[in-house]
């Protein structure tokens, strides 16, 4: 994915509240954080999004930063080119969903690419809605696919 939470100078602007650490494998960034007066230090992803370039080296960058680490929260992209299962792996002792993104693949009809229950749901009103607002919500994604987050 290319994105500006990836740019050096994105991660340099949280300096105020950490160092900014540059996962090498990955290709991602994370702010470790000194714990009070202590000797002792966590890490976030930056805000609001972590995201790298590639996920499967992830879980290597967090095994060489754990002996100096302890915690790490991060907000994972939700067009991460992971599965919630690979996460689990990675993240062994605490990983919670938080929300479920839904991706429509724009190289069929929309509108059918939505699940049933989604479409009751919103009916006709909400399905124009959603027609009115499909510009702004258009994001393209690294493998060039256009999808709508809803």
Sequence with gaps: MNSGYLH???????????EPIYLLGCGGWLIK???????????????????CKDWHKLKD??????KDLISLSLMIDAAAA??????????PDKIILF?????????????????SHHRVISGKRGKQRMQKN???RLTILSNGFRCIIY
């Design 99 to 115: 929300k479920k993104h839904f991706l429509v693949d724009f190289r069929q009809d929309w509108q059918y690419t939505i699940s």
């Design 33 to 51: 954080r000194r714990i009070g007066d202590l000797e002792r230090y966590d890490a976030m992803g930056l805000y609001p999004i972590f995201t």
């Design 8 to 18: 050096r100078k994105y991660a340099e602007s949280f300096a105020e509240i950490g």
């Design 61 to 66: 960058d967090i095994d060489d930063l754990s």
């Design 82 to 91: 992971i599965s919630f299962d690979e996460l689990k792996k990675i993240f």
């Design 134 to 136: 499909a510009a702004i």
